[in-house]
């Protein structure tokens, strides 16, 4: 297999997974914006989901870049 066809697959599985960690940061992160329509205090899992959940995509974003420049520089 080319190595252009495994940075396409890879680029599209990275894509795919900010999109469910995406998914899932949107339960606590409306748990949070609740809390803060409220005026209560956040439940302290939400607010520990949410700064996981958007490091993980971080991190995802990140290699998702790499594999993005890689592809480019292959031409």
């Known amino acids: 297999m080319s190595r252009k066809s ?13 999109e469910a960690l995406e998914k ?11 809390a803060f329509l409220n005026h209560s205090v956040p439940n302290e899992t939400d607010a520990e989901y949410f700064k996981v ?3 993980l995509i971080d991190l995802e974003r990140d290699n ?12």
């Open 53 to 55: 959940f958007s490091s």
């Open 24 to 34: 899932k940061r949107v339960r606590s992160q409306s748990a949070l914006l609740e």
């Open 64 to 75: 998702l870049r790499k594999l993005t420049a890689e592809l480019e520089d292959l031409g």
């Open 6 to 18: 495994e940075l396409k697959k890879a680029i599209l599985k990275s894509e795919q997974e900010i």
